[in-house]
């Protein structure tokens, strides 16, 4: 089954899943157990140009879009929804540079991010602004040729791994969202420090820690376009990878679903394999249609992304709660197909129910996509009248 992708992008896919079997599942298990970040990876990934897939080839990408990102994500999360966070998390940190930087800004940082040289992340939430993203506290104050920023941003992905992030900050209180302005910071600024890391129920491999601002001085030549723009950037970057957190789930779900059908094929009980009853086989049938359902949906929306439509909040929150509630509810069937087994450590299933929860919450909670969704829903109806 082709998905109607390009000759292109089933070679990306059949790539993207011989080095998820090859190299990312061996290492699955272990970096859950241990946290350990898989930098070995990071240079395999970069050796096959992953990082550059969605990045235009001026700056040294292949000139793909979303679509090539979803397919990479998907396929490595179907050995490691952890592991492929280091591709599709750096992704989320480059987005508000190609959408909000200035042609010098993107040529000064995208080639590094392309070749897979430099690991971005994305500081928009803190602690008291989650959900409520615009009620940030971090503030950025023009002080000559710098800004000077003040705040804390926490739960950032690929925090303390990454040498570069675009940071949403306030840089007039006054006006709102519309007084909020987006920064490239880099590792190493004065006053720019990591807090905790955090301890993570699943996706384990992946770096989450805070990113602290104490007087840092970031360079006036580093503020995205122009002033102002910050919440915006933040909101259309996040247009653009809600889908790969979606590729994330659905590749959850799918790598959950094959070992289930593996294992229910092999385990017997009452003389025969399990896999005969019709009571396993409705639960695979739901479970597959479900996984099917989700990927069509994903790749309309990635499709609809790179064809360079505007209208593309409500196909992407859609697609981010539709294959993120998919990917809960396959992991946590698959886990129960597993019965007593799946339970256990020992078994590689459970670690996909961990991995598959926070899909439902990162990127914007279930509860905000239906609210994206609703939102768009009624703007379409009034602009049709
Ligand atoms: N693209 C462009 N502009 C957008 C936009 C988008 N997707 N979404 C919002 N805006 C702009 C619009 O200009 C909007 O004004 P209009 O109402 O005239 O269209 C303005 O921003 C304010 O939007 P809104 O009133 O919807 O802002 P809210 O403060 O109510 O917040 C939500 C909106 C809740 C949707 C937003 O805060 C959000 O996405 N929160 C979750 C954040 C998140 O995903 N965090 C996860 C961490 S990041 S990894």
Known sequence: MSDFLTDYQLELQQLARRIAEEKVRPRAAECDRTGEFPWDLIKTFADVGFYGVYIDEKYGGSGGGVMELVIITEELSRACGGIS????????????????GTDEQKDRWLP??????????????????GSDASNMKTTAVLDGDYYILNGVKHFITNAGVAKLYTVIASTDPSKGIMGT????????MPGFSYGKEEDKMGIRASMTRELIFQDCKVPKGNLLGKPGRGFINAMQTLDRSR??????????????FDLAVDYVRKRQQFGQSIAEFQGIQWMLAD?????????????KTARLIDSGA?????????SKLKCSDVAMRVTTDAVQLFGGYGYMRDYPIEKYMRDAKITQIYEGTNQIQRMVIGKNLLKEAQQKG
């Open 85 to 100: 966070l280091a591709v599709a998390a750096t992704a989320l940190g480059a987005f508000p540079i190609m959408l909000g």
């Open 287 to 299: 479970l597959a249609t479900e996984i099917e359902s989700a990927r069509a949906l994903l790749y």
């Open 112 to 129: 590094g991010i392309a070749a897979g040289k430099t690991l971005t992340g994305f500081g928009l939430t803190e602690p008291g602004a």
């Open 181 to 188: 302005s987006a920064f490239v910071v880099e590792e190493g």
């Open 310 to 318: 505007t209208n593309i909040s409500k196909f992407s929150a859609m």
């Open 243 to 256: 889908p790969g957190v979606a590729a994330q789930a659905l590749g959850i779900a799918q790598g959950a």
